[in-house]
């Protein structure tokens, strides 16, 4: 290892902002996702309800950076998981802090794991994390969600109005172009809105935060409902839940 080099800070915002802005010193195009992105875009400010601790880091990058980008990890204190990156490196990369005891995902240019939702285009929207949309759809992709993702979209839906922009809203054509689109992602959106909307009335939050999520759950309810779907969504739906509508990725240790 570099002498010059520094090793993995213990706080994941702190980190994950140094990663950042070394990839970015290169010209790595890398954006940050999962509970982390949302800690650093609430700035300090996130009501002690919706706070957790944050074990992993996860990033996506550009296929065409992606080797570099790797590189970059192991001359920065990580270590490769060899054999993992040798199998599956074309779309997932792991990585492993050993100092701090985390692990470092990174999705090479589409967040694939119940759902599969396309990112390549959408890297230069913000210029730490992935959109505020895309935030959220990478939460209410799962499956079999938990609560520290339903508290995750909980703290999106009070930082972020749902709106036209892409980068201080939560981003309704982008929602209705993937749920048009495709009835598997439509119905895990369904079920998961309503699974939150149950949590919200179990937080420790004010009555008033609590009415600003339930009133963004209806918003976004609504657009599932009205939006335009395709033939492919037409031809599925009458599959229905017969057969699954989704993946149940392994867990990586």
């Known amino acids: ?48 309800a919706l706070q957790r601790e944050y074990k992993d880091l996860d990033f996506v990058c550009l296929r065409k950076d992606s080797a570099r980008w790797s590189r970059m990890l192991e001359e920065n204190g990580y270590e490769s998981d060899v054999l993992f990156n040798s199998i599956h490196g074309y779309q997932r990369l792991l990585h492993f802090d050993r100092v701090n005891g985390k692990q470092l995902d990174t999705f090479v240019e589409e967040f694939a794991m119940c759902q599969s939702l396309e990112l390549k285009s959408r890297l230069g929207l913000m210029e730490m994390t ?18 520290k993702d339903l508290i995750d979209v909980i703290a999106l839906l009070l930082l972020f109005p749902v ?42 939050l004010s009555e008033e935060d609590r009415e600003v999520a339930r009133s963004q759950i209806m918003v976004l309810t609504e657009i599932l409902e009205q939006c335009p779907k395709s033939i492919k969504w ?14 149940l990725p392994e867990e990586v240790e």
């Open 1 to 48: 290892m570099n002498m010059n080099t520094q090793l993995p800070q213990k706080k994941p915002e702190t980190e994950a902002k140094r990663l950042l802005t070394l990839a970015n010193d290169q010209q790595i195009t890398s954006r940050l996702l999962g509970g982390v992105a949302i800690s650093i875009l609430y700035e300090g400010i996130m009501a002690s």
């Open 130 to 147: 992935l959109s505020p949309m895309d935030l959220l759809l990478t939460k209410l992709q799962i499956f079999e969600i938990n609560d």
């Open 163 to 204: 709106g036209q922009g892409s980068s201080d809203s939560l981003e309704v054509d982008r929602l209705r172009d993937i749920a048009g689109e495709h009835w598997g992602w439509h119905t895990t959106l369904s079920d998961n809105l309503a699974i939150v909307r149950n949590r919200i009335n179990t937080t420790d």
């Open 234 to 247: 037409k031809a599925r739906s009458k599959v229905g839940r017969r057969l699954p509508w989704y993946d």
